[in-house]
C-alpha cells in the first residue's frame, strides 16, 4: 500500500519559514518526479514545484521562485519543500504527489498517480 506523508505545516507570520516534508512508503521514488501541489479556499489546486528523479531538474511556480525550495533524498524516500518569506497568499493546503510515468519530468497534475493527505499552511499578515 503507498502511502505519502506530509508534515510541517503550521501558522506563521508573513516573512517567516516552513519546511514541510513527505515521507514515502509501499514504492520507491526511483525514476519518479516528485511534486508539491496547493490548493486554497475556493481556488483550484495548482502546482508549486517539481522535482525530477535525479535531482538535477526542478520547476517552480512564478509566485514562489526565488522564495521556495524543493528537494528530495531518495536514500530516504523523502521530498522536502523549503518555503522562506512566506505570504499570505502562499496560505493553502500544501500536498506531495508522485509522478505516475518513470524517467520523465512532469508539473501537470494528471501526471501525478499518489498523493498525500495535504497539511495545512497558514500565514498571518
Known amino acids: 500500500q503507498v502511502q505519502l506523508v506530509e508534515s510541517g505545516g503550521g501558522l506563521v507570520q508573513a516573512g517567516d519559514s516552513l519546511r514541510l516534508s513527505c515521507a514515502a512508503s509501499?514504492?520507491?521514488?526511483?525514476?519518479?518526479?516528485m511534486g508539491w501541489f496547493r490548493q486554497a479556499p475556493g481556488k483550484e489546486r495548482e502546482i508549486v514545484t517539481a522535482?525530477?528523479?535525479?535531482?538535477?531538474?526542478?520547476y517552480y511556480a512564478d509566485s514562489v521562485k526565488g522564495r521556495f525550495t524543493i528537494s528530495r533524498d531518495n536514500a530516504k524516500n523523502t521530498v522536502y519543500l523549503q518555503m522562506n518569506s512566506l505570504k499570505p497568499e502562499d496560505a493553502a493546503v500544501y500536498y506531495c504527489?508522485?509522478?505516475?510515468?518513470?524517467?520523465?519530468?512532469?508539473?501537470?497534475?494528471?501526471?501525478?498517480?499518489?498523493w498525500g493527505q495535504g497539511t495545512q499552511v497558514t500565514v498571518s499578515s
Open positions: 504527489a508522485v509522478s505516475q510515468t518513470l524517467w520523465t519530468m512532469t508539473t501537470t497534475p494528471e501526471n501525478y498517480r499518489y
Open positions: 509501499g514504492l520507491t521514488f526511483t525514476g519518479r518526479a
Open positions: 522535482i525530477a528523479w535525479h535531482g538535477a531538474t526542478t
